[in-house]
């Protein structure tokens, strides 16, 4: 966040692009992964824009150029257990500022 702050007190403000990920290991609580996608970019932004304004940054400043939801990674195949690092590959968020 410091380093968001930054950008926006030298250049006057920032772009903002976000990718979130969910794998394809099947999710009841979201109903589907496309939706648990879209709240982790969902999230992600909101968390940004709230530690940017307890900065004291206005969140005017701040643009968002790039939102990317998606579902991405190997075919679920009932193997979690044995296969979650490779699962958990395609469980993330990215964001990146410039």
């Given amino acids: ?19 979130s990920s969910a794998s394809k290991v099947p999710t009841t609580t979201y109903k589907n992964n496309e939706n ?7 999230e992600a932004q909101d968390r940004l824009i709230s530690a940017l304004k ?3 940054i ?19 195949n009932d193997d979690f257990i044995q296969n979650k690092k490779e699962y958990e ?8 500022a410039k």
Avoid at 6 to 14: F, P
């Fill in 36 to 42: 648990l996608a879209k709240l982790r970019l969902k």
């Fill in 54 to 56: 307890q900065k004291g």
């Fill in 89 to 96: 590959k395609y469980q993330y968020i990215r964001i990146k």
């Fill in 1 to 19: 966040m410091n380093d968001v702050a930054n950008l926006i007190k030298a250049n006057g403000v920032v772009y903002i692009e976000i990718e």
């Fill in 58 to 76: 206005d969140t005017s400043k701040i643009v968002f150029t790039s939102e990317t939801s998606m579902v991405q990674g190997p075919e679920y």
